[in-house]
């Protein structure tokens, strides 16, 4: 059977950086390819510059390394979002055209599409929220992540493309800073334990959101990705839950390894997004579909997060 061929837009991002390693030890590094505004000091496999809203570049390189497979990374996240909420609309949704039309043209085979806890606003159980609840997003971050889910499944059934997509919760990683999100306290605030720094977070101590720690997040994107078609019942996006926690309770966590820490509060504009979002979501669907089981609580998590950035950070001290 032929190996697919890859393509990663955004590889230099969150998710996107930790993906290309991961996809590089799945399916080899000639059958990835990275893509991103810009090339990164080091990538394991071939790196195309794309910016994508020129699908004309996106359908060379589609053509050229004949790809079968898109995972589409590249977006503007809910705070930063808010600075301009038109061009926000406009560059997540027309770059997801941009994959869509490019995808359909050039028999993509498959497309996954990242879709956000975003999606979720006023009338939505906050406590858990269902697969199926009500989508009324305050951001133009999650306005256009609700629209292109309903885009991916309307070309599922209009032209068969065969996309597949999950709500991320937050999603901490040691591998690079995410930028522009209302989760990203939760990455920041293990950087500054681990440099031993005082924290200042721009959340509320009780702002329960819903995390996913790194692994586990690619660990489902990829088995969605894996999966038997006959078992992809939701062709909007999955709902994916991994841990929730709020600032106090990472902050105890983390205390438990560094007693001297110290976080100040100074809940700034990114409040009132986390306090649209559920505190936890319902993935059963996607443990029903395809076996979802995340591995990491917040305990486990807080020690590898602190493992892998001390690791990092003395790495840095002795290069
Ligand atoms: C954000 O905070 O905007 C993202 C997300 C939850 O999609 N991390």
Redesign the pocket.
């Known amino acids: 059977m032929a190996i697919d061929n890859i393509l990663i837009i955004g590889s230099n991002g ?1 998710v996107g950086s930790a993906l290309v390693h991961y996809l590089c030890d799945i399916y080899g590094e000639n059958h990835v390819i990275a893509s991103d505004l810009r090339e990164p000091e080091q990538c394991p496999c071939r790196f195309e510059q794309l910016d994508v809203t020129d699908a004309v570049k996106l359908a060379g390189i589609v053509r050229k390394y004949k790809i079968t497979q898109i995972y589409h990374l590249a977006a503007i ?5 808010e600075n301009d909420p038109l061009s926000t609309w406009d560059l997540n949704t027309q770059t997801y055209f941009n994959i869509l039309e490019v995808s359909r043209a050039h028999h993509v085979k498959k497309i996954f599409f ?5 999606v979720f606003g006023e009338h939505v159980n906050r406590e858990k929220a269902d697969q199926w609840s009500y989508l009324m997003p305050t ?1 133009a ?1 999650g306005l256009s ?1 609700a629209a292109s889910e309903n885009w991916s499944n309307y070309y599922h059934i209009r032209y068969g493309l065969d996309i597949r997509s999950l709500r ?4 901490i990683s040691y591998q690079s800073m ?1 930028g ?5 306290y939760a990455v920041d605030i293990y950087h500054k334990a681990v440099l031993n720094e005082a924290f200042t977070c721009f959340l509320r101590e009780d702002s329960t ?2 995390m996913i720690y790194i692994d586990d997040a690619l660990r489902a994107t990829v088995n969605l990705m894996e999966a038997p078609e006959k078992q992809i019942s939701i062709r909007t996006s999955y709902n994916l839950s991994g841990v929730s926690f709020s600032p106090e309770e990472i902050t105890a966590e983390i205390l438990k390894i560094y007693p001297d820490f110290s976080v100040s509060y100074q809940p700034d504009f990114r409040q009132k ?1 986390a306090d649209s ?1 559920p505190k936890s979501i319902d993935d059963a669907m996607a443990r029903l579909d395809w076996g979802w089981n995340p591995e990491y609580d917040l305990t486990k998590m807080t020690k590898t997060m602190i493992e892998h950035l001390n690791e990092k950070y003395q790495l840095h001290a002795h290069a």
């Open positions: 969150q996240l809910s705070a930063k979002g990242p879709s956000s806890i975003a951001t971050y992540k991320y919760p937050g999603i995410p522009g999100g209302t989760t990203d959101l819903p997004i979002w």
